[in-house]
């Protein structure tokens, strides 16, 4: 896997019952985290990374992704007009100029390899990364793709995101068996989704990023459906080691908050508002209040 990323997939078609009822109305991906959408952390991850186009896999009931990201010609002229330029920058700021964004409809909600699979049409045969922006990465340094990608070209490999979880969570989970090759990178042998954890092999867990090879997608076209019913990309990868190829699981620099519950999606915004120093002393202020 030589090329460069430039192509990043966001499977964006759940329906967010998590979050009912917000999200009968709001994308799921649209709920804040301070005053950003969780979706713009996943962009900007994907960004920098080097990725100059974003596939969203969507559903057909859902416009506000695209809505987002989209330019908003009124209101940039109003704040023209009243000089508002920090927010015309804010606005203006939250896609780069040189990156474009495609929608691609998931028809129907077969699983995240289904998902991944209907954006080959624009991915073509190169490889791509996949982010699942329910799961915020924070590093103050590279963001986890951009580590995967360097990783990827360096080893001529697919890359897979994991971390370790508790032994009774296997079940929630992709699992790997994996031999190290360095302290955060290991040759994957085996992945099993969501093992009972008396069956689990590991306890190094899928997390939501990817670097794929472009012929992933012969593999996904030729997956039956598996855990739940499922079309999963952990077993047309699972396919693709049993054909010798090679694909890493590596243990990325950063935090990871699981925003698909209220729980993650509550710690992400208590850790990202105490990065901001405007905002640290009123958690700080407020905690030892009601602690």
């Given at each position: ?247 890493l699981a590596y243990r990325f620099e950063g935090e990871r908050f699981d925003c698909g519950n209220k729980v993650g ?21 407020f905690a030892s209040k009601h602690v």
């Amino acid at each position: 896997m030589t090329q460069p990323l430039r192509k990043v997939v966001f499977p964006v078609a759940g329906l967010g019952t998590r979050f009912l009822p917000a999200t009968k109305v709001v994308a799921k991906e649209m709920l804040p985290v301070l005053d950003r959408p969780l979706i713009q952390y996943a962009v900007d991850e994907a960004v920098d990374a080097g990725a100059d186009t974003l596939v969203f896999v969507t559903n057909r009931y859902k416009h506000a992704i695209a809505d987002y990201f989209d330019k908003a010609y009124e209101l940039e002229a109003k704040l023209a007009e009243k000089n508002k330029e920090e927010l015309l920058g804010i606005l203006r700021g939250i896609l780069p100029r040189h990156v474009r964004c495609v929608f691609v409809t998931q028809p129907e909600a077969f699983g995240l390899g289904h998902a991944v699979l209907c954006a080959a049409p624009v991915v073509g045969d190169e490889p791509f990364g996949v982010i699942l922006p329910d799961d915020l990465i924070w590093n103050k340094g590279k963001g986890a793709l951009r580590q995967m990608a360097e990783l990827a070209q360096a080893e001529d490999a697919g890359v897979i995101a994991v971390e370790e979880v508790p032994h009774e969570d296997t079940d929630k989970y992709g699992i790997v068996d994996a031999s190290p090759i360095s302290d955060r990178a290991a040759r994957i042998k085996h992945m099993v989704e969501k093992p009972k954890p008396a069956d689990a092999p590991s306890n190094l867990a899928v997390v939501g990023r990817y670097v794929l090879p472009g012929n992933i997608f012969r593999y996904l076209s030729e997956t039956k459906a598996g855990a739940g019913g499922e079309i999963q990309l952990t077993d047309a990868i699972e396919n693709l080691l049993k054909d010798q190829g090679k694909v890493l699981a590596y243990r990325f620099e950063g935090e990871r908050f699981d925003c698909g519950n209220k729980v993650g999606l509550v710690r992400a915004t208590m850790h990202m508002a105490m990065q901001d120093p405007k905002l640290a002393s009123v958690v700080r202020e407020f905690a030892s209040k009601h602690v």
